[in-house]
Nanobody
Framework: QVQLGESGGGFVQAWGSLRLSCASS????????IAWFRQAPGDERKLVAA????????YYADSLKGRFTISRSIAQNTMYLQMNSLKPEDTAVYYC????????????????WGQGTQVTVSS
């Protein structure tokens, strides 16, 4: 099992920045990729960005490239999402997820999830 816990969400005005953190514990050696997803009310859960646990290669949703940056700290077993130039449409619950099999694009490919953290961007 892998345990994940997000922090860093909150309320921010448009064009502001936030950094989300996801602490991981447990059988982290079994992770293939770790990712951020987000879900707005009435919408499906969508991939924001993913990072390969071993190679550190990254993947971003096309619409978010240039504004969001995913990173990982080995020492702290923590993943981060730096979000800049935030827009009201970025408002959502942000989830941290870890998968043990290859593939990073879809929520069904991930085995473990955090509880989510709310990000609200006002205009």
């Amino acid at each position: 099992q892998v345990q994940l816990g997000e922090s860093g969400g909150g309320f921010v005005q448009a064009w502001g920045s936030l950094r989300l953190s996801c602490a991981s514990s447990g059988r982290t050696f079994s992770i293939y990729a770790i990712a951020w997803f987000r879900q707005a009310p009435g919408d499906e859960r969508k991939l924001v960005a993913a990072i390969n646990w071993s190679t550190y290669s990254t993947y971003y949703a096309d619409s978010l490239k240039g504004r969001f940056t995913i990173s990982r700290s080995i020492a702290q077993n923590t993943m981060y999402l730096q979000m800049n130039s935030l827009k009201p449409e970025d408002t959502a619950v942000y989830y941290c997820a870890a998968g043990q099999k290859s593939g990073v694009l879809w929520a069904v490919q991930y085995d473990f999830w955090g509880q989510g953290t709310q990000v609200t961007v006002s205009s």
